[in-house]
């Protein structure tokens, strides 16, 4: 098991539904932490009625899977090349999630000590097509100087 290291992170998606193309933007910091060929990303998310949302992002060689908490529940797969189930539950209900990946990528710069992760998949939720999404999730390991 190795140490955890405090990063910054910068959170960029992109849900294009063919008619609209939105941008979404987080920056927070969070934790890191290699676990054999495994990472663990955590963080939180502040939703806009000041709820928070703690989120695991889990990146393994041939798979990655995101679980967040809070106000919101979710637990969303990615495997590239496969449609995989996942959920979605919120205060209003509980909606199944159809997720089919396209690109799954994770770079590690030793030098710099930064990170990119892209995932780019189609989102169906409770039958009904949402869109091509991007996710683009940058971290940087911040000096414990």
């Not at 995989?84 to 710069?109: A, C, F, I, N, R």
Request: aromatic letters at 8%.
């Amino acid at each position: 098991m190795s140490d955890i290291k405090k990063v910054s992170i910068q959170l960029n998606t992109t849900i294009d539904n063919g008619d609209d193309k939105e941008t979404y933007e987080l920056l927070t910091t969070g934790k890191l932490q290699n676990i054999g060929d495994t990472l663990y990303l955590r963080y939180d998310e502040v939703q806009q009625d000041l709820e928070k949302v703690h989120t695991i992002l889990k990146w393994a060689p041939k798979e990655a899977f995101i679980m967040r908490s809070g106000i919101v529940k979710m637990r969303q797969k990615f495997v590239k090349e496969l449609m995989t189930v996942g959920s979605y539950e919120s205060p209003y209900g509980t909606m199944q999630m159809l997720t089919t990946t396209q690109k799954m990528d994770h770079s590690w710069d030793e030098g710099l000590k930064e990170g990119k992760m892209v995932l780019h998949y189609h989102l169906n939720m409770n039958g009904n097509d949402v869109g091509q999404y991007t996710m683009e999730i940058c971290y940087k390991e911040e000096n414990s100087k």
